[in-house]
């Protein structure tokens, strides 16, 4: 699915951890201490040459790669990222953490914060804002302000420029705490997918509007090609059982038909962040579920799939649309192919409303994650060193370099037939599961650039597109050319920060109520004027404070 943010959302509601250690030392230095001159120097020499002579130790935390998935003999101890790290940068590791899993780690690492442990040099920090809070308020880690204009390369400060909203979550009183571990833009874009041997056989047209789909939607049911029966068939996949607005089989794209995206918080009019679940727009989604839901476009047991049941439903032939990313074609796709033979899939555009409306969620500012520096580290420079080398060398790599064809060969690249490739079915015991500290270097709009130039039919030229064309499928491609021709319906999610004091508070049981509210409007066990009730059930009960605590957090991370 490419990233790696889908194990770490959490509720904003998610109850808050008190912290209780401090190291007692202020958190807005980004200097080292003075006693620590010699350090100081070792660093800006190391800096300067690009490279650490001898080279030193930094502790720091590896998630991105499971135990025990070593390839090639490596090991934790021994692998080939770290033989790279050493060799390159001058640097190794000393008293790194392995976390197993995302749960594991977040454990550890507030009952670090809680018993006063010491934390290594370099903590990563999964998006998740009620952590983040929780880490600066530890007062263990340095404000990055200084460190990053200082060290940061082109690349990275570029993007932050383009996207001041990236640090709203990393800042605490105007000082930036976190450095953004970029992330490709669009990557999570919502389109719809849909049979397109269905498409073909009953000659139907893209659907353009929401009128147009539910007449796709009619004759996948009630004409189906492959002879299914009208009581098999349930035209729409979506899931219903924990959030609409989610990555497979969400109901970003109806809502965004009517004016507004459910579950985040969009700028209205005025500029002001506004709850979308509650906008009217909303209620007219709602309708529509209904209507859809009556007429058997949506399966009854869509309140009791995630999304991985939701797209095992359509990989089994009883749907025609998917809701999803443009990644569908890797998966879960190529099962739909085996188990139903003939099949096709194509990409298209999301229909507009009965007001010419359309909108889909947007991945925010281009970040997966983020790192804290710990303020005793000796080396705080030493991130910068590497994610600049990885940004400037592996993101995408200039022709004639040790990393144009991938970043080690017999891994994720090799000779084959006397070319190299990085194709992972040709390759054997193919495996990309380095341990990059940071995970894959990623330069936000590559990947969605590069795959539309692509569909264009334009040939590869660059090592990174001539990977990509090798590594994604031509419908991946296609589909990333429908993803950026409606670039201007993305709706950004303004709040990105802790919860609020009345979040922490009453957010469950307000989310708890939409939940109940939308599901039960869907099947008809309410009606559609219900939505009217639990707005204003919504606004009384904390919703009203929410959305006033909201805005000031915003007012006062967006401040220039």
Not at 54 to 71: D, H, L, N, Q, R
Not at 511 to 525: A, D, H, L, P, V
Request: aromatic share 12%; glycine share 8%.
């Amino acid at each position: 699915m490419g990233t790696f943010k889908k194990s770490w959302l959490l509720l904003a509601a998610t109850s808050l951890i008190v912290i209780t250690a401090c190291t007692g030392k202020s958190a807005d230095t980004g200097q080292t201490d003075s006693k620590d001159a010699k350090n100081a120097a070792v660093s800006d020499a190391g800096f300067a040459k690009g490279k650490y002579d001898p080279p030193i130790e930094i502790s720091t935390v590896v998630m991105f790669t499971a135990p025990k998935k070593y390839a090639k003999g490596d090991t934790k101890e021994n692998n080939v990222h770290d033989r790279w790290m050493l060799e390159q940068l001058g640097i190794k590791h000393k008293d790194t953490w392995y976390p197993a899993g995302g749960d594991q780690y977040k454990q550890k690492l507030q009952l670090a914060i809680a018993s006063g442990e010491k934390l290594p040099d370099f903590v990563y920090v999964p998006t998740d804002p009620v952590l983040t809070n929780q880490l600066i308020d530890s007062g263990q880690f340095m404000a990055i302000d200084t460190v990053f204009d200082k060290y940061a390369n082109q690349i990275w400060k570029d993007h932050a420029t383009q996207h001041p909203e990236l640090w709203y979550p990393f800042t605490r009183n105007g000082k930036k705490y976190n450095l953004p571990i970029l992330e490709y833009t669009d990557n999570d874009d919502t389109l719809l997918w849909l049979r397109e041997d269905w498409m073909e056989k009953l000659n139907l047209t893209a659907p353009k509007t929401i009128a147009e789909l539910e007449n796709v939607m009619d004759k996948f049911k009630n004409q189906n090609p492959d002879g299914l029966s009208p009581k098999d068939v349930y035209p729409l996949a979506i899931s219903l059982k924990s959030n609409t607005n989610t990555w497979l089989g969400g109901l970003d794209w109806l809502f965004g038909a009517y004016g507004t995206i459910e579950e985040q918080w969009n700028k209205d009019a005025k500029g002001n962040l506004e709850y979308g679940s509650i906008h009217p727009g909303s209620k007219q989604a709602l309708a529509k579920l209904q209507e859809w839901m009556n007429k058997g476009y949506i399966h009854p047991d869509s309140a009791l799939w995630d999304e991985n049941k939701t797209g095992e439903f359509w990989t089994k032939g009883n749907a025609g649309v998917l809701p999803g990313a443009n990644w569908i074609p890797d998966w879960p796709g190529p099962d739909l192919l085996k188990n139903i033979k003939g099949s096709k899939f194509k990409a298209y555009p999301v229909p507009t409303g009965p007001d010419g409306l359309a909108g889909t969620k947007w991945q925010n500012a281009g970040v997966n994650s983020s790192f804290m520096i710990n303020k005793d580290a000796k080396h705080p420079e030493a991130i910068f060193l590497y994610y600049n080398y990885m940004l400037d060398n592996l993101a995408n790599p200039p022709a004639g370099s040790k990393f144009e064809n991938g970043f080690a060969q017999g891994y994720d690249w090799d000779i084959v037939d006397g070319k190299p490739t990085s194709d992972k079915d040709k390759i054997k015991d193919f495996s990309n599961d380095f341990t990059f500290i940071t995970g894959p270097a990623r330069i936000p709009d590559l990947y969605m650039k590069t795959l539309v130039k692509l569909a264009d039919g334009k040939k590869p030229e660059t090592p990174y597109e001539k990977q990509l064309a090798d590594f994604r499928k031509p419908e991946n491609w296609y589909a990333a050319k429908v993803v950026m021709s409606q670039m201007d319906i993305r709706k950004q999610n303004y709040f990105t920060g802790a919860a609020t004091p009345t979040m922490i508070s009453k957010w469950n049981l307000l989310r708890q109520s939409e939940m109940e509210t939308f599901n039960k409007i869907i099947y008809g066990k309410l009606p559609v004027n219900a939505f009217d009730e639990f707005v204003a059930s919504w606004k009384a009960n904390g919703g009203d404070q929410v959305t006033k605590e909201v805005n000031e957090w915003f007012k006062s991370v967006s401040a220039k």
